[in-house]
Protein backbone atom coordinates (compact mmCIF):
# COMPACT_ATOMS: atom_id res chain seq x y z
CA UNK A 1 0.00 0.00 0.00
CA UNK A 2 2.81 2.47 0.90
CA UNK A 3 4.11 2.50 -2.74
CA UNK A 4 0.88 2.74 -4.32
CA UNK A 5 0.20 6.04 -2.96
CA UNK A 6 4.00 7.46 -3.69
CA UNK A 7 3.60 6.01 -7.41
CA UNK A 8 -0.07 7.47 -7.94
CA UNK A 9 0.99 10.78 -6.62
CA UNK A 10 4.27 10.90 -8.06
CA UNK A 11 2.49 9.89 -11.91
CA UNK A 12 -0.16 12.37 -11.37
CA UNK A 13 2.43 14.81 -9.84
CA UNK A 14 5.40 14.88 -12.99
CA UNK A 15 2.76 14.61 -15.46
CA UNK A 16 1.05 18.02 -14.13
CA UNK A 17 5.05 19.66 -13.74
CA UNK A 18 6.11 18.24 -17.14
CA UNK A 19 3.20 19.99 -18.83
CA UNK A 20 3.57 23.38 -17.40
CA UNK A 21 6.55 26.13 -17.10
CA UNK A 22 7.65 27.20 -13.25
CA UNK A 23 6.06 30.63 -13.02
CA UNK A 24 8.17 33.57 -11.16
CA UNK A 25 6.10 33.76 -7.82
CA UNK A 26 5.99 37.06 -6.32
CA UNK A 27 6.00 36.85 -1.93
CA UNK A 28 2.88 37.92 -2.25
CA UNK A 29 1.61 34.95 -3.95
CA UNK A 30 2.98 32.39 -1.94
CA UNK A 31 0.31 32.31 0.65
CA UNK A 32 -2.15 31.71 -2.02
CA UNK A 33 -0.30 29.24 -3.70
CA UNK A 34 0.40 27.42 -0.35
CA UNK A 35 -3.13 27.39 0.87
CA UNK A 36 -4.26 25.87 -2.96
CA UNK A 37 -1.22 23.53 -2.55
CA UNK A 38 -2.46 22.55 0.83
CA UNK A 39 -5.80 21.74 -0.19
CA UNK A 40 -4.50 19.58 -2.68
CA UNK A 41 -2.56 17.54 -0.53
CA UNK A 42 -5.22 16.98 2.30
CA UNK A 43 -7.69 15.65 -0.50
CA UNK A 44 -4.94 13.38 -1.76
CA UNK A 45 -4.53 12.03 1.67
CA UNK A 46 -8.70 11.71 2.54
CA UNK A 47 -8.63 9.88 -1.25
CA UNK A 48 -6.03 7.66 -0.37
CA UNK A 49 -7.97 6.72 3.21
CA UNK A 50 -11.11 6.13 1.68
CA UNK A 51 -8.98 3.85 -0.69
CA UNK A 52 -7.50 1.93 1.89
CA UNK A 53 -10.14 1.59 4.80
CA UNK A 54 -7.85 -1.20 6.55
CA UNK A 55 -4.23 0.61 6.44
CA UNK A 56 -2.49 0.42 9.71
CA UNK A 57 -1.06 3.36 11.68
CA UNK A 58 2.40 3.13 10.09
CA UNK A 59 0.90 2.79 6.36
CA UNK A 60 -1.36 5.74 7.31
CA UNK A 61 1.90 7.66 8.79
CA UNK A 62 3.35 6.81 5.54
CA UNK A 63 1.03 8.33 3.05
CA UNK A 64 0.25 11.15 4.76
CA UNK A 65 4.43 12.15 5.20
CA UNK A 66 5.07 11.53 1.45
CA UNK A 67 2.44 14.36 0.82
CA UNK A 68 3.54 16.84 3.18
CA UNK A 69 7.27 16.26 2.14
CA UNK A 70 6.09 16.64 -1.20
CA UNK A 71 4.14 20.47 0.17
CA UNK A 72 7.37 21.02 2.04
CA UNK A 73 9.48 20.72 -1.01
CA UNK A 74 7.19 22.89 -3.73
CA UNK A 75 7.36 25.61 -0.63
CA UNK A 76 10.77 25.51 -0.25
CA UNK A 77 11.30 25.64 -3.87
CA UNK A 78 8.99 28.93 -4.37
CA UNK A 79 10.15 30.66 -1.40
CA UNK A 80 13.46 30.73 -3.24
CA UNK A 81 12.19 31.36 -6.13
CA UNK A 82 10.75 34.46 -4.99
CA UNK A 83 13.76 35.14 -3.58
CA UNK A 84 15.93 34.80 -6.67
CA UNK A 85 13.41 37.07 -8.39
CA UNK A 86 14.00 40.04 -6.46
CA UNK A 87 18.18 38.83 -6.08
CA UNK A 88 17.80 38.95 -9.80
CA UNK A 89 17.06 42.89 -9.73
CA UNK A 90 19.71 43.68 -7.39
CA UNK A 91 22.36 41.66 -9.07
CA UNK A 92 23.39 45.09 -10.31
CA UNK A 93 25.94 47.23 -8.83
CA UNK A 94 27.95 43.93 -7.14
CA UNK A 95 31.89 43.87 -6.80
CA UNK A 96 33.94 41.04 -6.01
CA UNK A 97 35.17 40.91 -1.99
CA UNK A 98 38.93 39.31 -3.31
CA UNK A 99 39.46 42.51 -6.07
CA UNK A 100 36.46 44.77 -5.89
CA UNK A 101 35.99 44.61 -9.34
CA UNK A 102 32.17 45.29 -10.71
CA UNK A 103 30.30 41.54 -11.38
CA UNK A 104 28.99 40.87 -14.49
CA UNK A 105 25.57 38.75 -14.64
CA UNK A 106 26.41 35.97 -16.52
CA UNK A 107 22.85 34.05 -17.53
CA UNK A 108 20.96 32.38 -15.18
CA UNK A 109 21.36 28.78 -13.82
CA UNK A 110 19.85 26.16 -11.93
CA UNK A 111 20.33 24.14 -8.95
CA UNK A 112 18.76 20.87 -7.50
CA UNK A 113 19.11 19.71 -4.36
CA UNK A 114 17.12 17.44 -2.16
CA UNK A 115 15.65 18.05 0.97
CA UNK A 116 15.80 16.40 4.29
CA UNK A 117 12.33 14.60 3.35
CA UNK A 118 13.62 13.07 0.17
CA UNK A 119 11.82 15.52 -2.36
CA UNK A 120 13.80 16.99 -5.29
CA UNK A 121 14.26 21.23 -5.36
CA UNK A 122 15.02 23.18 -8.33
CA UNK A 123 15.84 27.15 -8.53
CA UNK A 124 16.92 28.89 -10.90
CA UNK A 125 18.88 32.37 -10.25
CA UNK A 126 21.89 34.68 -11.66
CA UNK A 127 25.04 33.75 -12.48
CA UNK A 128 27.68 36.64 -11.77
CA UNK A 129 31.24 36.33 -12.57
CA UNK A 130 34.28 38.77 -11.86
CA UNK A 131 36.11 39.71 -14.70
CA UNK A 132 38.73 40.75 -12.72
CA UNK A 133 39.95 37.19 -11.16
CA UNK A 134 37.10 35.23 -12.66
CA UNK A 135 35.48 34.10 -9.37
CA UNK A 136 31.80 32.81 -10.03
CA UNK A 137 28.89 34.07 -7.69
CA UNK A 138 25.83 31.61 -7.23
CA UNK A 139 23.40 33.41 -6.09
CA UNK A 140 24.10 36.61 -5.82
CA UNK A 141 25.36 37.72 -2.79
CA UNK A 142 27.44 34.50 -1.56
CA UNK A 143 30.58 36.22 -1.82
CA UNK A 144 30.25 39.90 -3.17
CA UNK A 145 29.77 43.06 -1.50
CA UNK A 146 27.52 46.08 -2.62
CA UNK A 147 29.28 49.10 -4.50
Not at 19 to 39: T, V
Not at 60 to 83: C, F, G, H
Amino acid sequence: MRQEMVDWRRGKELSQESRREKPKMQPEDLQARWNAQGEDIFAAVAQWRAAHPRATLAEIEYAVDEQMNRLRARMIEQAAQASAAAESETSQGLVCEQCGQALQARGRAKRRWQTHGGQEVEVERTYVTCPQCGGGFFPPRSGITGA
